[in-house]
């Protein structure tokens, strides 16, 4: 069985954590699987009425296509890889996923900005549930609200499981800061339920 996920002592949220999903030896094999199989691609982001270049490597794979950035994007189908990910994830959290979307940090210079994954097709209580492997990152938790509370940060690692549900996204918002220190690449998976 898996290691248990423990519960972060985060107000209005919930979020677990189980910093060893899989071993080591199976973390570096899906990460080398992951890196050669997937169809990465560097999207863009209008900011200012320019074209900018994420600041990171991005996939889609899943069932249903989704909205992002105000156009529609149809989803790649499954891998065998990403299918064998995702039966582990759904049977550790509990939850049925129809959606992947895949991040690549090549390097401490790429990240992701603040925010929280409320799109309305997501449902009002998603439960997303996020692979780490690669090398360790730093992921905070800031409250959308509540000045009182600290943001907090937690370091995702190789072969960790990070699972957000309940009213997390409502209240709280996530981002991956960049860093000088160097660190290895980092890929991220979040699984998710696209309603509709
Ligand atoms: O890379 C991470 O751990 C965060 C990814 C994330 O927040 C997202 O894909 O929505
Ligand atoms: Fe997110």
Known sequence: ?????????????????????????????????LMQEVNWRQESVQLFGKQVPMPRLTAWYGDKGYSYSGLYNKPQPWLPVLLALKEQVEQASKQPYN???????????????WHADDEPELGAQPSIASLSLGGDRRFSFKHRSRKDLKATSITLHHGSLLLMQGATQHHWLHHIPKTKHPVQPRINLTFRLVKG
């Open 1 to 33: 069985m898996y290691p248990p996920l423990e519960r972060l002592n985060l107000p209005d949220a919930e979020v677990y954590y189980a910093p060893h999903f899989f071993s080591p030896i199976a973390s570096d094999l899906y990460f080398q699987e």
């Open 99 to 113: 959606s992947v979307l895949l991040n690549l940090y090549r390097s401490g210079q790429d990240s992701m900005g």
